[in-house]
């Protein structure tokens, strides 16, 4: 079964470069869930989107953007980068008909900030 | 806002025993989902287990099952029979609607099964 797919899966970035991760829900899914995961810590909500509109938003600073596109993809935009934003970046999708609340989730992307 | 508490940052079982990983919550909501889920260190998350907020019946997943006691706001997973594969980070998850379908976490704990 197709699964969430993640890239990259791992980039390493300077102080004040910009980042910009994709994340490919399972096909016919229409929501999409971005989470950040510090060392250590648990999944932190960042912004989700619903049929390619902002659903909700999380503890997501001001220098990350990210939208969903009309092929249901998202881009995680990350700029100004600091060194607490070295972190595993989840994306998740879940359907609406499969089920509240389950969401599926992609491989992570781990980064690096230097 | 709702909170998710593991009150247990570690715990170890050994080979084909049971293990018991607690989770308690806060809402006010009457309405929720809450899953327990597993990090092995590939740092995959993957779904273990998912309970509905309106079923009385506790969810069962072969070797892994829970007890939900609602009024307590307390989701516990056991599991039986434990098994080298089963040694990971666990997190126990909530979920509503009308916290726009998030997931919010405790904060993991970490399984360790020794042979």
């Known amino acids: 079964a197709a699964g969430v797919i993640q890239s990259p899966r791992h980039l390493i970035k300077e102080k004040r470069e910009t980042a910009t991760l994709k994340c490919y829900p399972i096909?016919?899914?229409?929501?999409v869930y971005w989470y950040q995961q510090g060392p250590g810590q648990d999944p932190q909500f960042l912004i989700s989107?619903?049929?390619?509109?902002?659903?909700d938003k999380g503890s997501i600073p001001d220098r990350f953007s990210a939208q969903q596109f009309s092929d249901y993809h998202s881009e995680l935009n990350m700029s100004s980068l600091e060194l607490g934003d070295s972190a595993l970046y989840f994306c998740?999708?879940?359907?609406?008909?499969?089920?509240?609340?389950?969401?599926?989730f992609g491989p992570g992307t781990r980064l690096t900030v230097l | 806002a709702q909170t998710v508490t593991q009150s247990q940052p570690e715990m170890s079982v050994q080979e084909a025993e049971t293990v018991t990983l607690s989770c308690t919550y806060d809402?006010?909501?009457?309405?929720?989902?809450l899953f327990w889920y597993k990090q092995p260190p590939s740092r995959q998350m993957i779904l273990v287990i998912r309970?509905?907020?309106?079923?009385?019946q506790n969810a069962t997943e072969n070797r892994f099952s829970v007890n939900f006691q609602k009024a307590a706001k307390s989701f516990s997973l056991k599991i039986s029979d434990s098994q080298l594969g089963d040694a990971a980070m666990y997190f126990c998850?909530?979920?509503?609607?009308?916290?726009?379908?998030?997931?919010?976490f405790g904060e993991g704990t970490q399984l360790t099964v020794n042979p």
């Open positions: 998850a909530y979920t509503a609607e009308t916290s726009g379908s998030r997931l919010t």
């Open positions: 998740a999708s879940s359907c609406l008909f499969a089920g509240m609340g389950e969401q599926f």
């Open positions: 809402t006010s909501e009457s309405d929720y989902y």
């Open positions: 989107f619903y049929e390619k509109m902002q659903s």
């Open positions: 309970q509905e907020a309106y079923k009385q």
């Open positions: 096909p016919r899914h229409d929501t």
